[in-house]
Nanobody
């Protein structure tokens, strides 16, 4: 199981931007696909926000298309999520992880497979 650490969350006003970072315990170039996920307040499931393969192929949830960009820097061993035009409904704890499913709505892996996440709050 890959260990990850997410960072970059915070409080931002609607329309603002944030960039999340994800570092891993292994070389991310050895991981076929990675993803960003989020768990909104009061929700049990983690929504699949975006995924990226080692070759650079990406997939996004419809709710973030055109606003969020996922990328990976294999040299720095970091994956990013650039979030622009943030909305209140983007408020959630954001997680990164190895991705076993590239598309879909939710990831059902239990809590022991996840890191601490980073809180993103969009509010005026």
């Amino acid at each position: 199981q890959v260990q990850v650490v997410e960072s970059g969350g915070g409080l931002v006003q609607p329309g603002g931007s944030l960039r999340l970072s994800c570092s891993a315990s292994v070389s991310i170039s050895s991981i076929f696909a990675m993803g960003w996920y989020r768990q909104a307040p009061g929700k049990r499931q983690r929504e699949i926000v975006a995924t990226i393969t080692v070759g650079g192929s990406t997939n996004y949830a419809n709710s973030v298309k055109g606003r969020f960009t996922i990328s990976r820097d294999n040299a720095k061993n970091i994956m990013y999520l650039q979030m622009n035009s943030l909305k209140s409904e983007d408020t959630a704890v954001y997680y990164c992880n190895e991705a076993f499913v590239l598309t879909g709505d939710y990831d059902s892996r239990p809590p022991r497979y996840w890191g601490q996440g980073t809180q993103v709050t969009v509010s005026s």
